[in-house]
């Protein structure tokens, strides 16, 4: 089983959320990701380590993920 970090954000506002929680496959984390992320963008960190970032796309309800972005940090 991996820990997972979610910071979570939303493009009108600097506040970050982060979400810890565990999860015994990637497919898993970013189902759990996308139910429990509050903005709408978002990166994905297993074990310490970028694995995704994530966009809502408007109001579809379904998310990008691509590819992490460089400039985040955990």
Request: charged residues 25%; aromatic residues 6%.
């Amino acid at each position: 089983m991996s820990h997972y970090v979610l910071h979570s954000w939303d493009q009108r506002s600097a506040a970050r959320e982060e979400i810890a929680f565990d999860s015994v496959s990637i497919a898993g984390a970013l189902d759990k990701a996308k139910k429990v992320a509050s903005g709408t963008k978002a990166d994905l960190y297993e074990n310490g380590r970028p694995v995704c970032s994530m966009e809502l796309v408007g109001k579809t309800g379904v998310w990008l993920i691509g590819k992490p972005n460089e400039s985040t940090e955990d």
